[in-house]
């Protein structure tokens, strides 16, 4: 006869989880939502995803080997890592897709957009002109490269790149205070 304490052979339902289980599944899917700024919708929807995990992994449990509530915090602990490792995948990747300005500003902005991005462009390149070469040429690589990406192929470190980068900031930088005017 089966223990009170495994779960059914069909399966385990959300009775088989303890009132600890319960608020280990609310404190994880709260600590997410804080981190990672969810709104209340997403954090009940996590709080189902953590819970189903932990049912999935129920048919896997031993009671020889562990007691309930350990072996549902270790599953959570992984399941809540892993959530995790979604969301940052989430952001890493609308962060690459969407454009950092949307096409609803720019026509709110009127047709004087064009314009004034072609003037920055063409002040850009007469700065660029001004540059010494080496930094000439790490200002174009900047165009089509990120940092991240500058590091590794020069194999240098992060750190340096970006001192790089301000270096450059900083020689790009109007010398007069009524240039921004």
Request: net charge positive; proline share 8%.
């Amino acid at each position: 006869m089966p223990d009170a304490s495994s779960p059914p052979a069909d399966g385990p339902s959300s009775s088989h989880l303890t009132e600890s289980s319960h608020r280990r599944i609310r404190w994880h899917a709260h600590r997410l939502a804080r981190r990672y700024w969810l709104r209340p919708e997403d954090r009940a929807d996590l709080e189902q995803d953590l819970t189903l995990d932990v049912l999935v992994a129920l048919r896997r449990y031993r009671p020889e080997l562990s007691s309930p509530d350990t072996f549902c915090e270790r599953v959570l602990t992984l399941a809540a890592r892993y959530r995790a490792r979604q969301i940052r995948s989430r952001w890493r990747y609308t962060q690459r897709t969407e454009p950092a300005v949307k096409p609803d500003d720019l026509s709110a902005a009127g047709e004087d957009h064009h314009v004034a991005r072609a003037d920055r462009s063409m002040d850009l390149m007469a700065a660029l002109d001004e540059l010494p070469p080496a930094m000439r040429r790490f200002a174009v690589e900047l165009m089509y490269h990120s940092p991240r990406e500058i590091a590794r192929r020069t194999r240098a470190h992060r750190a340096t790149v970006y001192r790089r980068i301000a270096r450059l900031r900083t020689a790009l930088a109007p010398t007069s205070p009524t240039a921004n005017s």
